[in-house]
T-cell receptor, first 112, second 120 residues
């Protein structure tokens, strides 16, 4: 049972525009959410996170929004750059456990 | 470079065989995690060790086992391999075993480059 879902396998955006990656989850006990970025032939790297007590967290060009009632989070990248082209995974955890549930990833292509 | 190393990078073997994947965590990290990524799937959590002890278990098959050694490196053993076991296997490490508040140091997981296993 996939508790974290990324329904868009791919997204193509023009350089300089906004990229919006979406993620849905089913388990209301999740209280911490993370985004990871993965380049080919490398492992995922941490990008940004958000606790369930917040609805927004910003770090430079990256902002994560959390809508608990809809069990939905999104990652906004503004402005998008060609170097942002990668696969983005959202992940969720609950309690103080480090057991992450990952989505299947969205491949972002930022066109120059 | 995350500081987490995994060997081998690629492994091709036949059904029914047994293989061992190895992971060395970042210096100072006590927790090791194993994940499986099959084609078009997200990363599936398999198992976590903290300072030599099993801490959390995910969807790990009985044919799979893992351990963490006193020097903190970990091995994932896959036996009676089936075609469906073909996947990327990632190891990750973190300082702690759980998340304490907003302190990223405790929970941030650093991933290795993965081992690609192909079962023919």
């Amino acid at each position: 049972d996939q508790q974290v879902k990324q329904n868009s396998p791919s997204l193509s955006v023009q350089e300089g525009r906004i990229s919006i990656l979406n993620c849905d989850y089913t388990n209301s006990m999740f209280d911490y959410f993370l985004w990871y970025k993965k380049y080919p032939a490398e492992g995922p790297t941490f990008l940004i996170s958000i606790s369930s007590i917040k609805d927004k967290n910003e770090d430079g060009r990256f902002t994560v929004f959390l809508n608990k009632s809809a069990k939905h989070l999104s990652l906004h990248i503004v402005p998008s750059q060609p170097g942002d082209s990668a696969v983005y995974f959202c992940a969720a955890s609950r309690g103080n456990f480090n057991k992450f549930y990952f989505g299947s990833g969205t491949k972002l292509n930022v066109k120059p | 470079d995350s500081g987490v190393t995994q060997t081998p990078k690629h492994l091709i073997t036949a059904t029914g065989q047994r293989v061992t994947l190895r992971c060395s965590p970042r210096s100072g990290d006590l927790s090791v995690y194993w994940y499986q990524q099959s084609l078009d799937q997200g990363l599936q959590f398999l198992i976590q060790y903290y300072n030599g002890e099993e801490r959390a278990k995910g969807n790990i098959l009985e044919r799979f086992s893992a351990q963490q050694f006193p020097d903190l490196h970990s091995e994932l053993n896959l036996s009676s391999l089936e075609l469906g076991d073909s996947a990327l296997y990632f190891c990750a490490s973190s300082v702690g075993y759980g998340r304490t508040g907003e302190d990223r140091v405790s929970y941030e997981q650093y991933f290795g480059p993965g081992t690609r296993l192909t079962v023919t």
